[in-house]
């Protein structure tokens, strides 16, 4: 494959977009959109500005210095978000949902730092959501520091089912998905937010996990909404982990007593032998159907591997905030054309794996998007 084989893969429209951007104003020195959108991808894949001129000059025939192509690049911001808008929206189903599940947009949510070099340190947040039966990315966000990780940083619709770790499950999060008219099946951390039984008593979670053995179990438990001043409904569905999975549990939390200086109580160390979630889910979905679908975002965990190993999206090289941030959006779109050209690859995302095991295994799918720029040229 050439770099011409992936540019049919870009959205529709792309070189009318390129003009309406203003990525391109007039043909002078860069003569086409192609021509642009090559640089653009060479010097994304962790090449210099150096390399970028030169490989200009020697494939592409166009004399660009290293400032002047810069200057391109950061213009072509606005050109390069709207290809990964379009690109996210695209929707290839390549797995067979299960039919309670037809009707719903599944999508696993998290969130990573990405950190610029340099003395002057500067951090943002990719926030991120892939759709578990597309395997392609349904939406992000890129944003600074100051945005933590929330569910609000995401539009929800009307049949999303959202699949996300402990830190989005908040009250803020849970009215954020109710108001969008979203379902969602949250991990739970200890002491979270308070639960409540039907009589309006206080529940403690540790008292519930005492009742549970290496059989799912399900709770139904109260929430206060800070929106509607009420106790609402919830379900917790919870079961005992793995003896292997509770020594895995107990050696990580060694670890980050050590790491912060901090001791856990023993409510939460007893916690973490335990796997628990809240959904809103109705009892169409068994107990069982709620944990094993949870177990499927692990998904978004690889996405971010592949993100970090293979397009080394933990740093940026760039050191003001606009050339960052059409950095971050190149990135994205070499990610977003490599979900594409993955997408036939014979993976089943409803394989069984716990977060556990998955911290452990570092294995990611490989695809050298660099090799498309050897000795190649549009």
């Known amino acids: ?184 099946i949250l991990r739970l951390r200890n002491k979270a937010f308070q639960l409540y039984d039907k009589d309006k008593n206080k529940i403690m979670l540790v008292d519930l996990l005492k009742n549970v053995g290496d059989t799912c179990c399900d709770f139904d438990v109260y929430y206060y909404s800070n929106e509607e001043k009420q106790l609402k409904p919830i379900r917790l569905c919870a079961v005992q982990k793995t003896t292997e999975e509770k020594e895995f549990a107990k050696e990580n939390l060694i670890k980050k007593e050590s790491k912060k200086q901090i001791k856990y109580s023993e409510d939460t160390i007893f916690t973490h032998d335990y796997f628990f979630v809240v959904t809103s889910l109705d009892n169409t979905f068994s107990c069982k159907d709620i944990l094993d679908l949870y177990r499927l975002r692990w998904q978004v965990e690889m996405v971010f591997k592949r993100f970090k190993s293979i397009l080394n999206l933990g740093s940026i090289p760039t050191r003001t905030a606009s050339s960052s941030e059409a950095w971050l959006n190149c990135k994205m779109l070499i990610a977003l054309l490599i979900e594409k050209l993955l997408s036939t690859v014979d993976f089943s995302p409803c394989e069984q794996f716990s977060e556990e095991s998955l911290e452990r295994d570092q294995n990611v799918i490989s695809f050298d998007f660099g090799l498309l720029f050897e000795c190649t040229s549009i």
Not at 51 to 59: I, P, R, S
């Open 1 to 184: 494959m050439e770099i011409k084989d992936v540019l049919k893969l870009l959205p529709e429209g792309y070189k009318e977009a390129c003009w309406e951007t203003k990525a391109m104003s007039r043909r002078k020195g860069i003569q086409d959109e192609e021509t642009l959108l090559t640089l653009c991808l060479y010097y994304g894949y962790d090449r210099s500005l150096i390399d970028t001129q030169n490989y200009a000059k020697t494939f592409l025939s166009v004399d660009i210095s290293d400032v002047g192509f810069m200057k391109r690049f950061i213009r072509c911001n606005d050109w390069l978000k709207w290809m990964n808008e379009q690109m996210a929206i695209e929707r290839n189903e390549i797995y067979d949902k299960p039919e309670k599940l037809k009707d719903y947009r599944v999508m696993a949510i998290d969130a990573s730092d990405i950190v610029s070099k340099g003395a002057v340190k500067q951090t943002w947040h990719l926030h991120y959501a892939v759709n578990l039966f597309t395997m392609n990315s349904e939406t992000f966000k890129i944003t600074s520091e100051e945005t933590g990780e929330s569910l609000k940083n995401f539009e929800l619709q009307q049949k999303d089912l959202i699949l996300a770790d402990r830190i989005y499950a908040t009250i803020t999060g849970i009215e954020h998905c109710k108001k969008s008219g979203a379902e969602f």
